[in-house]
């Protein structure tokens, strides 16, 4: 797999023992994410993808994020089932 650049990979970013996956996460594996705080960023993967890449957040925009996640700006259209 090809990775671009500016985006890490999820081993570049953190030792696998600091990730944590999110108490969000449902308990079928299908909706998992992982985040990790390491070198002023928080990193965010798809816990099924534990190789693939990783998005990279600055602080401020990991609380901005999750606030509009928090405030239902930021639903996507996903529909609970």
């Known amino acids: 797999m090809t990775h671009h650049k500016n ?26 994410v992982e985040t ?19 998005l990279a957040f600055t602080p401020a925009a990991w609380t901005g994020f999750i606030e509009m996640v928090n405030s239902g700006e930021a639903d996507f259209g996903v529909v609970e089932n």
Do not use: H
Not at 9 to 29: H, I
Not at 39 to 49: A, C, M, P
């Open 36 to 54: 990790v705080k390491r070198l002023e960023l928080i990193g965010v993967r798809d816990s099924k993808d534990k190789t693939g890449p990783a």
């Open 7 to 32: 985006f890490p990979v999820s081993t570049d970013m953190a030792p696998e023992e600091e990730w944590t996956k999110s108490s969000y996460s449902s308990q079928d594996n299908q909706n998992c």
